[in-house]
T-cell receptor
């Protein structure tokens, strides 16, 4: 497709359940970013990939959060043993390296 | 490291009135500056950006922003707003250093245009 695609659009999880969120970036974009957006807040940086290399994971809130991009294209954000405070919209963005980010519509995660 | 402050969480304004959404940033390196817009139930869309050159940048739908280095500001303005401009607006910065290309966002300003 022409834009960044994220799936699922909505995810409801029971506390303690593991979840996996998928991001398909724009074809050819080297850089990929994950952000977390809590209700009423701006997006907060989680992690950054350049091709398959995870260059910055300083924003991941705990070791329950894990991201990968094994072939330098599709990326998966995994959250283990979800907690209620993990409820947020998770945004993926890709960039051709110009400084401009192109965002997907996000995955809204609700942990009950 | 960078940080962004959007002083107004909500800005109510009547249709056809002018509006200014304020953004101030801090950074130890030179920056690129962006405004993103988020319409209800939609993803973030780039509204305009400052990378270099003229400090006044404009969008196709009438918004403009001016980079003021001395005041570390990048305020967003529109001389006459429409109902359709109702949305959340986010100011963002990224450092020009090569180590990291991530954007740092402000907390957002909700523009509410009333008829």
């Amino acid at each position: 497709g022409a834009g960044v695609s994220q799936s699922p659009r909505y995810k409801v999880a029971k506390r303690g359940q593991d979840v996996a969120l998928r991001c398909d970036p724009i074809s050819g974009h080297v850089s990929l970013f994950w952000y977390q957006q809590a209700l009423g807040q701006g997006p907060e940086f989680l992690t950054y990939f350049q091709n398959e290399a995870q260059l910055d994971k300083s924003g991941l809130p705990s070791d329950r959060f894990f991201a990968e991009r094994p072939e330098g294209s599709v990326s998966t954000l995994k959250i283990q043993r979800t907690q209620q405070e993990d409820s947020a919209v998770y945004l993926c963005a890709s960039s051709p390296g110009t400084g401009q980010l192109f965002f997907g519509s996000g995955t809204q995660l609700s942990v009950l | 490291a960078q940080s962004v402050t959007q002083l107004d969480s909500q800005v109510p304004v009547f249709e056809e009135a002018p509006v200014e959404l304020r953004c101030n940033y801090s950074s130890s390196v030179s920056v690129y500056l962006f405004w993103y817009v988020q319409y209800p139930n939609q993803g973030l869309q780039l509204l305009l950006k400052y990378l270099s050159g003229s400090t006044l940048v404009k969008s196709i739908n009438g918004f403009e922003a001016e980079f003021n280095k001395s005041q570390t500001s990048f305020h967003l303005r529109k001389p006459s707003v429409h109902i359709s401009d109702t949305a959340e607006y986010f100011c963002a910065v990224s450092g020009m250093d090569m180590g990291r290309r991530a954007l740092t966002f402000g907390s957002g300003t909700r523009l509410q245009v009333q008829p």
